[in-house]
């Protein structure tokens, strides 16, 4: 990204047009990172509460009398409870090395606060994809303008991986086949060759099934499993057994001809390149979802050809970052305790081995995002839990805070990034000063572990210092990527990394198949697909009472909640929707336009219904996620519930039973 400065303010931005991912645009959202960083409502200076939890009123305050407060509650707090009493929370708001994991943890880890299991996104299918591959690695992007066939599963790529899409575009150039999977008729799905509008929560099946052709029909590259696997033999047997397309279309609730039409497309096409997403792991089983897809280029070889394979997150790449270092878990006191964050609810309300007495949020709004928002709320609520919030702006989460306090954006730091997406290690030079009295997260964790009396040299480290630390086994210096902005990894072009002859880190040394590491996390020995936890399979009942599927991905115009409060980007999204199926819609008499309550046992939200043929009968779609104080105090995530997936302990946002009316 270029930023233009002039005269200390940032007055134009845009991709880099010399950088092959980038390639001189930018995604809707981050384009309009200007109107982000001078929004009139950015915070400028620390606040403490003067009104109810809720109500988010404030007054203003110095840098040292926010600090002894957050200093002399959170030692307080430790004193009486003991540390594991206080609970940082984190995801990616800002996702930089240093801004996002590195200070902060050292001085929680310092501490002895509980450790937090950040699950909210990605946990399900990395940990799917560790256990079988032994690390989340997949194919350089840049090379699938080589692949024949694309398959892009369970993501929409045009509105949440745009900088992918001049590759698949160039693919498609040269002769390529797209396919989207998706139950939504997503953008993405527009514009590809194929929609298979699958049921939710069924991924697995499907690629069971996929497999199942593969194996009967000989299409198989038995020389690479042979080579590079364990475990295939039981899963032939199987999917021979067990999962027909005659047995998964009406799982799946797809022909029996898309299966066998898919199956065999796929099994006679080379390169091959399948990229999924996120939203197909928010289930009950996500991880087995991804573990199964992802073991389909070793049946066929593809992961042998450039361009080939599945691809989740090109994150495993960037292992020779030295996050510990970063990070200090050498820090953290034996028996620390560990939180899930997609049950911080359960966490606020339930926890009492200690209660948790204390709360410091950063890079996150779980007010607004975290699952079965009532009950987060009446964490939140509670009188007795002291709330610290680092943020941009006075969220739905900054409401409930004791203390305020502003943190920089990205034009106002420097900071290291990996990439999930590509592979190049990138600087975030600061373009501008910080705005008024705003810090970065990492010298706002210095300031209150001194405030703390804590001298360890560790917790005053500056961050130029911890950048070059965090480098130091990469082959070029913070100085050498300062002066480049990114540098590839050395990882070879193509980047082949499960090619015939490579050794994997799993204990093995090859694609586990069969894994007794899935196993101890309480999967079955070979993949297998596993109903949501709200479906006919496990809850007949629930599906009579909530007969809809609730998908809420993120909209267009947000990142999760994130972009919700800038202006053009909120009157681009126009106002929280449903859409839903004619034929349900006529069920229950709605038209289009009307205002609809989304509802189940954990809560309701209202939005304007969109009669549509973008989703298939029996699931409804609410584009995410907005503030609920911009929305009449609600959203999606008062339905949500804080089940967690087979593996990872990921989130289940989209393991959702509903019901909807007209109000």
């Given amino acids: 990204m270029l930023v233009t400065v002039e005269d200390g303010r940032a007055i134009r931005l845009g991709g880099d047009p010399e950088h092959p991912v980038t390639q001189g645009f930018l995604c809707t959202k981050v384009a ?39 200093a002399t509650r959170l030692q307080r707090v430790i004193d009486t409870d003991g540390a594991q009493a206080i609970l940082p929370y984190s995801y990616a708001g800002t996702m930089g090395l240093l801004q996002g994991e590195s200070m902060d943890r050292r001085f929680f880890q310092r501490i002895g606060a509980s450790l937090l299991d950040r699950t909210i996104c990605a946990s399900a299918g990395a940990e799917a994809l560790n256990v079988t591959y032994g690390t989340r690695m997949g194919p350089d992007p840049q090379d699938i303008v080589d692949a024949k066939l694309i398959i892009l599963w369970g993501t929409n790529t045009l509105t949440a991986n745009p900088h992918l899409w001049p590759f698949v ?60 696997a364990v475990g295939w033999e039981g899963l032939r047997e ?18 029996v001809e898309t299966i066998e039409h898919l199956a065999r497309r796929y099994g006679t096409t080379r390169p091959t390149f399948i990229r999924v997403n996120y939203g197909l792991q928010r289930h009950a089983g996500g991880g087995s979802a991804v573990r199964a897809i992802s073991i389909l280029p070793a049946i066929t070889g593809a992961w042998d050809d450039a361009g080939g394979g599945v691809l989740l997150s090109t994150s495993g790449t960037f292992s ?29 309300t339930r926890i009492d081995d200690p209660p948790v007495k204390a709360l ?56 290291l990034h990996k990439a999930y997406g590509h592979t190049y ?75 015939r002859g490579a050794r994997l880190s799993t204990p093995s040394g090859k694609i586990e198949i069969a894994s007794e590491r899935a196993v101890a996390h309480g999967l079955d020995l070979l993949p297998e697909y596993v109903p949501p936890y709200e479906s006919e399979e496990r809850d007949p009942e629930l599906v009579r009472r909530f007969p809809l599927a609730l998908l809420s991905p993120p909209a267009h115009s947000f990142l999760n909640s994130t972009f919700v409060n800038v202006a053009s980007l909120r009157r681009a999204a126009g106002k929280p929707t449903l859409e839903i199926h004619a ?36 699931v409804v779609s609410a584009p995410s996620v907005w503030w609920p104080k911009l929305t009449g105090g609600t959203n999606a995530n008062h339905t949500t519930s804080q089940a967690v997936t087979d593996i990872g302990g990921g989130a289940t946002f989209y393991d959702n039973l509903v019901d909807v009316r007209a109000v």
């Fill in 32 to 70: 309009k990172y200007l109107e982000r960083t001078y929004h009139e409502g950015r915070l400028l200076y620390p606040q403490i509460r003067t009104g109810a939890k809720g109500e988010g009123t404030f007054r203003r305050a110095t840098w040292d009398e926010a600090l002894e407060l957050i």
């Fill in 169 to 228: 575009r160039r693919a498609k150039a040269n002769g390529a086949t797209t396919i989207c999977i998706d139950p939504l008729r997503t953008r993405t799905a527009v514009a590809c060759d194929e929609h298979i509008a699958i049921r939710p929560g069924t991924d697995a099946a499907l690629a069971l099934a996929i497999a199942h052709v593969l194996f009967r029909d000989g299409l198989d590259d038995r020389g690479y499993l042979e080579s590079m």
């Fill in 238 to 255: 199987r999917v021979l057994a067990e999962y027909s397309p005659e047995r998964v279309a009406p799982i799946c609730r797809i022909p």
């Fill in 320 to 348: 020779a970052i030295d996050y510990a270092y970063l990070q200090r878990p050498d820090f953290t006191p034996a028996g620390t305790r560990t939180i899930n964050m997609s049950r911080l609810g359960e966490a606020l």
């Fill in 360 to 415: 410091v949020v950063y890079n996150s709004n779980p007010g607004a995002v975290a699952p079965d928002r009532e009950n987060v709320l009446a964490g939140l609520r509670r009188d007795d839990l002291f709330t610290v919030v680092l943020e941009h702006f006075q969220t739905d989460t900054a409401d409930y805070a004791d203390v305020l306090l502003p943190a920089t954006t990205q034009l106002e730091h420097d900071d």
């Fill in 425 to 499: 290690v990138m600087f975030n030079q600061a373009a501008i000063a910080p705005l008024g009295e705003a810090l970065p997260n990492t010298e706002i964790f210095r300031r209150i572990a001194a405030r703390m009396g804590l001298r360890d040299p560790e917790l005053q480290e500056s961050d130029e210092s911890m950048m070059r630390g965090a480098l130091r086994h990469l082959p070029f210096t913070l100085d050498e990527l300062r002066d480049k902005a990114s540098i590839r990894l050395d990882i070879g072009s193509p980047h082949l990394p499960y090619r």
């Fill in 583 to 618: 034929d349900d819609a006529s069920a229950r008499g709605i038209a289009n336009g009307v205002q609809v309550s989304i509802f189940n046992d954990r809560g309701a939200f209202v939005a304007e219904a969109v009669v549509t043929d973008r989703v298939r009968p029996g």
